[in-house]
């Protein structure tokens, strides 16, 4: 369930015509830039000029997550030399965003720009379970896709369409009980982020599946016990398997290494 997340950018802009028109223009001068050493030789002189980072542009690749938001993070930090030297050449020139185009990049950046680092993060850890699912949640809907007084309209408006696609696919009644179960069960997170009133309802499902865990258990061992041999257990106590619960994953791994 947490691909999903990463999908959240993406749907949070499309279908929009500015977004469109932007974004268009965005890849058009990118793809100049990308397949000639000449603009790239220019973009770098005019770096060096401007006393701007030296990076390259980002081209937008669909099988990539967040690559158009990186591709237009890069296009605005690097707009004024971008627009130096497109202006340079007539064949380029009307390739420079247009301030209308600037500002769509502007609120679009504004939005999800600190939910695609919030995504990179997330996608770097090393083991990422899904009772992380309702913190994060919580971290989105709370902190990260909250509006400010100084957002434009459309950067509120991407907000809202981005956390409105998280809140949808992660509405349904038996997906939110899961997603509080796994969050009680891990220790970093408990109770913390579980509403009062569905709390007690939580603590009663877990204790039950525990206690079915348990007889299961329970019956396990008495079946095996049954099925040994009459001494068996007292005369090889090293190879019963009375009071050996299920292997972890720590067992598998010190057997590989032996």
Same mark, same amino acid.
């Given at each position: 369930?947490l ?7 993406e749907?949070?802009?499309k279908?929009?015509?500015r977004?469109?028109?932007?974004t ?16 790239k ?11 701007l980072p ?15 938001q990186?591709?237009?993070g890069?296009?605005l930090?690097? +707009?004024?030399v971008?627009?130096?030297?497109? *202006?340079?050449? !007539?064949k380029?020139? $009307? =390739?420079?965003?247009t301030?209308?185009? &600037? ?7 504004n ?6 680092e919030?995504?990179d993060?997330? +996608? ?6 899904? *009772?992380?699912? !309702?913190p994060?949640? $919580? =971290?989105l809907?709370?902190?990260?896709? &909250?509006?400010?007084?100084?957002d ?12 409105g ?16 179960i ?10 913390h982020?579980?509403s009062?009133?569905n ?8 204790k ?6 348990a ?11 049954d099925?040994?041999p009459?001494?068996a ?6 190879t ?5 619960g ?9 057997s590989?290494?032996?």
């Amino acid at each position: 369930m947490l691909f999903l997340l990463f999908f959240c950018p993406e749907n949070a802009v499309k279908d929009d015509a500015r977004v469109k028109r932007a974004t268009g223009v965005c890849k058009q001068l990118v793809g100049v830039f990308s397949h000639s050493w000449k603009k790239k030789s220019a973009l770098k002189k005019a770096q060096q000029e401007l006393n701007l980072p030296e990076h390259s542009l980002i081209t937008e690749c669909p099988t990539r997550w967040g690559s158009r938001q990186k591709m237009i993070g890069r296009v605005l930090e690097q +707009s004024k030399v971008l627009s130096q030297v497109l *202006s340079e050449d !007539k064949k380029t020139h $009307h =390739l420079v965003p247009t301030w209308q185009d &600037t500002d769509v990049l502007e609120s679009i950046n504004n939005a999800l720009g600190p939910l695609q680092e919030f995504t990179d993060a997330l +996608s770097g850890e090393a083991y990422v379970s899904v *009772s992380y699912l !309702k913190p994060v949640l $919580h =971290l989105l809907r709370t902190s990260t896709l &909250t509006e400010s007084d100084e957002d434009s309209d459309l950067t509120k408006e991407i907000k809202s369409r981005a956390l409105g696609y998280i809140e949808a696919k992660y509405s349904d009644p038996a997906t939110q009980e899961l997603l509080d179960i796994t969050s009680f069960l891990d220790p970093r997170f408990k109770t913390h982020y579980i509403s009062a009133e569905n709390l007690p309802d939580i603590k009663e499902r877990v204790k039950i599946e525990m206690e079915q865990v348990a007889r299961k258990e329970k019956r396990a061992r008495v079946s095996t016990t049954d099925a040994m041999p009459q001494g068996a257990a007292e005369a090889e106590p090293s190879t019963s398997t009375i009071g050996k619960g299920k292997r972890s994953l720590g067992s598998f791994l010190k057997s590989s290494d032996s």
